[in-house]
């Protein structure tokens, strides 16, 4: 079956956004829509992508189509990232429709098991407060404050609200229920705090962001890190805040 250009054009960057979404390197994104593009016998494609816009020409001898997409929200989802990345290949071997990519994308994000994600969070929670020095009753403490910070990100993280100020509000929270603990049994504050951050600490966006860098992303990369040095100080502000209208700072 044959499609047109504008078809082919928003079919990719539906793929490609999606990976954006999902926290993927600049340069898979924009090698993946010149894959689609290609496995639809396009000749002629440009591509140029940061983490917060996606823009593709395709032209052929008659038409030229170009479409851009903005990106309001990211995150570190490898499970959906690979899943996106298995449409992708997909799509180059079967030549699927635009309907049917849809479909499939809107299922990955549905198709999610909140209980082992939730069992992540307190998992992580704990297993860094005990890795960090604090006691059996300090995990247990960052457990339960994790399934909260579960529960902010499953329903507050992707309205539309500053990621800043997400993180801000949620490691203020953090502290607070931290602090309130600390007053009706006897814990190790600083453990519980660092064990709960690290669940919101962006180190694997500084992280891509300098791979970025390295692999000529330049634009894209430093965005990257400067966004994840912003949330590193919204974070350090929010626990500073709450540790000094509790007095425990």
Known sequence: ?????????????DVGEAMIKSGA?????????????AG???????????????????????TSVTESRRVTYMSNNFYELERVNELSRSIVKKNISRKAVLKKINKIKVDKNMFLICFGYMLAAGSFTIFFGGKILDGLISILISIVIFILDTYLN???????????LASFIIGIIAILFSKICQINIDKVIIGDIMLLIPGLAIFTSIYDIVKGDTTSGTNRFVDGI???????????ISLLLGGKL
């Open 40 to 62: 639809y016998n396009v000749k002629y494609i440009e591509v140029y992508a940061i983490n917060s816009l996606l823009i593709a020409t395709l032209r052929d001898d008659k």
């Open 1 to 13: 079956m044959k499609y047109k250009l504008s078809e082919i054009l928003s079919l990719s960057l």
């Open 230 to 240: 912003f949330l590193a100080l919204s974070i350090a502000s929010g626990i500073a």
């Open 158 to 168: 992707k309205k539309n609200i500053s990621k800043i100020i997400y993180n801000f």
């Open 25 to 37: 390197e600049i340069s898979r994104v924009e090698d993946t829509v010149r894959r689609i593009c």
